[in-house]
Nanobody, 111 residues
């Protein structure tokens, strides 16, 4: 079964950290680029970070220096380490590869 399953979201105070995980199955993981998107209420889904099959990373300007994307090809997992979180980071975060999307995990940054 082809699927991506996210976990790790939750409520965190401004300045805090969260680590999102995404477990992949049914895809040739080591040959796949992987992405994290997010969508806040009333806004379009936006690309947050991506990692190529060779490990090259790219980030949205809004998260550079605060978020880190990484992958573990042995475990078919991709991660998003989020530090120095801000209220504007509040959104549903989605894992994506090819045309496959996870169900999303809610991240809420609030005091």
């Amino acid at each position: 079964q082809v699927q991506l399953v996210e976990s790790g979201g939750g409520l965190v105070q401004p300045g805090g950290s969260l680590r999102l995980s995404c477990a992949a199955s049914g895809i040739l993981f080591s040959s796949s680029a992987l992405n994290w998107f997010r969508q806040a209420p009333g806004q379009e889904r936006e690309l947050v970070a991506s990692i190529s099959r060779s490990g090259r990373t790219n980030y949205a300007d809004s998260v550079k220096g605060r978020f880190t994307i990484s992958r573990d090809n042995a475990k078919n997992m991709v991660f998003l380490q989020m530090n120095s979180l801000k209220s504007e980071d509040t959104a549903v975060y989605y894992c994506n590869s090819w045309n496959i999307w996870g169900q999303g995990t809610q991240v809420t940054v609030s005091s």
